[in-house]
């Protein structure tokens, strides 16, 4: 069983930044696939970035077209986090954003949320215009 927890969500103005931590427990943090979705009122949950790691490539991480340029997925092994850095942001960020762990690092499963076996309780981000 892993427990994931968010923090670093809040109010900020367009352009500005955030910096979202997700701090999961267990031994094996490198063997998760570890990603960030989002879901805003009345729309469905959304692939916003994913993290995987091996010993021979490290960390692969894949963006969604909506963010790419602007938000940077990072993981720190040995503090068994993930990091979601979101710069320019748009009021269309606005959103709870979820920590999520997985095993399945295929490309086509990475950017759906059935694919995660873990997650956060979301933490929200909003962006005013």
């Known amino acids: 069983q892993v427990q994931l927890v968010e923090s670093g969500g809040g109010l900020v103005q367009a352009g500005g930044s955030l910096r979202l931590s997700c701090a999961a427990s267990?031994?094996?943090?490198?063997?998760?696939?570890m990603g960030w979705f989002r879901q805003a009122p009345g729309k469905e949950r959304e692939f916003v970035a994913a993290s995987s790691w091996s010993g021979w490539s490290g960390s692969v991480v894949y963006y969604a077209d909506s963010v790419k340029g602007r938000f940077t997925i990072s993981r720190d092994n040995a503090k068994n986090t993930v990091y979601l850095q979101m710069n320019s942001l748009k009021p269309e960020d606005t959103a709870v954003y979820y920590c999520?762990?997985?095993?399945?690092?295929?490309?086509?499963?990475?950017?759906?949320?059935?694919?995660?076996?873990?997650w956060g309780q979301g933490t929200q981000v909003t962006v005013s215009s």
């Open positions: 267990g031994r094996t943090f490198n063997s998760y696939v």
């Open positions: 999520a762990a997985g095993y399945n690092s295929g490309k086509n499963s990475i950017v759906r949320a059935n694919q995660y076996d873990y």
